[in-house]
């Protein structure tokens, strides 16, 4: 559906030699064409002239630097010269449909070369008695073959608008040009886009719906939700009718997140893993990646975690690939699904391996204030959990930020608990609550936050606000909902109510889920209730809480919810460590565990992430803490090591 892009690859420095009318020489620019097309994935810029007349667009085409990329400029192959470099590289004469597509490249070779090698990648020629034809009247796509280079395919395709031979491949040089902008986090850019190419004169019906379908994608990305839920609901029904897949991909994509954001449940996962079947990897892969995010993203709150997983693994290759605003995306979920879970080391080290794609400031902020949230746990001294996070009414235009806005505020609000300052952090949580963040209302990102917000707001003798924020809570625990929404559904009413056994019932529910933090706050906070009534249960409830604590190396709540129990004199009902195995063997996460093994089988980095679907900088990351746990310095000694204990156990008769 798209246009082939520049061909991606490492070219040696040429000079071409004259073409017109020397076929032997436009075969031996096809060949280095071709070589091109195969290199080393950096993209090659082409800079053609139409006929003579010195149409210069070299100030847009040419990058500040260029580094090893080398930019040919060969005139424009005639009609001849074009049929022969296509009969050398299909193998036979082409077809009408095929000719007609060459004619979009506008005599550059290299088009001509990507466009054949791609509609061979796409199975879309067929030989008919002697005859190559293709199979679709559209180029293949473009996007997947960018290479992470989506800065060069969208001022490439801007280019390519300007020169000769343009009208030929508008729209699908348009479709370049919105997807690469919303790929890099230019999501305003996008929508202008978008908005210029469905109203220009001329442009087929199909062709509007998809751009007004993929306007609703930018809209909701840029947090102008009410906008983006009316335009998707509208091109909905039109790509329905005309039985369009991508443009219902688009609009059932934007749906589905209203869901999730309004009423979590069934019914908005539904929607999103329809969309996902919908969107083809190969011709829209920034379509697919941000689908399965979303599906990823809609899966973690339902406490759906292999659901999640799933969706990661199916767009990590593509993420790492194409790069731009998906890869920290694709870290960002994976980290907020780990913390979920209490798998905190494994959280830290997609941080770290996002914030190596620092471009995108808005991402950084939620993926430092992952690692906020968890340093604040741990009782660990740092200075702010996220220091540039920006107020709680700013607004925000990189792709989909404003959907983690919640986090920075919450990091925010622990720490001012951690320093003591809880009216703080309660007027911080309220505020961004009752007035929103951006232009999205807090209602709908703050709701995970309901507990913290109904227990500041009764220690603040606010019965007022802790009944709206619990009503907001049971809105959200609705039919279709996960565990967790449940689960603070249950503690804000228990809190609110004093009920002691509407607690347990909320930490049952995060035990389901699995959200091991909710549910040692949630058994503290029974345990403080039943002090008085049942003091045993009481301590057994403390207990349990503090083993969670502990297992999450959480000091700082450890500490809290001693003295808070002590202050209605229960204390610990057994003694053991306060707290979790932070080094030795048993401090490893069965992720550290996975990486040990492969790393004294001898796998390299690249290896290990290959295999488990990460990127090597996080399992860089994951090695550099089992060394840590393990007082070790190298891979060699950390390998000695496991044949030492698998020695070990064989003799002593043990499990490997």
Known sequence: MFPAPPASGKTASLTPPPLVGREAECAELARLAASAATGNGRAVFIRGEAGGHGHDVDGLTRPPALGSRTVLEPGPLPPSAVLAVLTGLCGGEPGPRLRAMAEGASGNPLYLTELVTALRREEALEVRNGTVEALTDCPPPALAEVAGQLAEAEETARCALLGPGATAWEWPLRWILVQAACGRGRAEVALAECRAAYGREGVAAAEAVRFRA????????????????????????????????????????????????????????????????????????????????????????????????????????????????????????????????????????????????????ALSRALRAIAGLIAVHRGQRITAAAPDAPAAGASETTVIAWYYAYLPVCAEALLDEARGDAERAYRRLTDAFDH?????????????????????????????????????????????????????????????????????????????????????????????LLARRRPAQARTLLDQALGIYAQLDARWDIARATSRLRAVDVHRGRRGPRNGARYGWEALTITELRVVEQVAAGDSNPDIATRMCVSPRTVSTHVSNILRKLAMTSRVELAAAVIQRRHQNRSSGGKE
Not at 295 to 316: I, K
Not at 482 to 496: E, I, K, S, V
């Open 436 to 528: 929103g963040i951006g232009d999205v209302p807090g209602r709908l990102v703050l709701g995970p936050l309901a507990p913290d917000l109904v227990r500041l707001a009764l220690a603040h003798g606010d019965r007022r606000r802790a009944r709206r924020y619990a009503a907001a809570s049971r809105a959200r625990a609705g039919r279709g909902a996960g565990p967790a929404h449940h689960g603070d559904a249950y503690r804000c009413q228990g809190l609110l109510t004093r009920d002691p056994e509407l607690l347990l019932r909320a930490a049952d529910r995060y035990r389901t889920a699995p959200r091991p933090l909710s549910e040692a706050h949630t058994l503290t906070d029974a345990a403080e």
């Open 214 to 361: 993929f306007a609703a994608v930018c809209l909701l990305a840029l947090g102008r939700l009410p906008e983006a839920w009316a335009v998707a609901a509208a091109t909905r029904h039109t790509a329905t009718a005309n039985r369009d897949g991508p443009a219902l991909a688009d609009a059932l994509h934007v749906l589905a997140a209203r869901g999730f954001l309004e009423a979590p449940g069934t019914e908005a996962l539904d929607l999103a893993r329809y969309a996902v079947r919908l969107a083809s990897p190969a011709h829209r892969p920034a379509q697919h990646i941000a689908l399965q995010l979303t599906l990823a993203n809609g899966c973690t709150a339902l406490d759906r975690g292999h659901d999640a997983r799933h969706a990661l693994t199916a767009v990590h290759d593509e993420s790492r690939r194409i790069g731009g605003v998906f890869l920290p995306w694709h870290h960002l979920t994976s980290a907020l699904l780990a913390f979920h879970s209490g798998r905190w080391d494994d959280a830290l080290a997609d941080v770290e391996a996002g914030l190596g794609r620092g471009e995108h400031d």
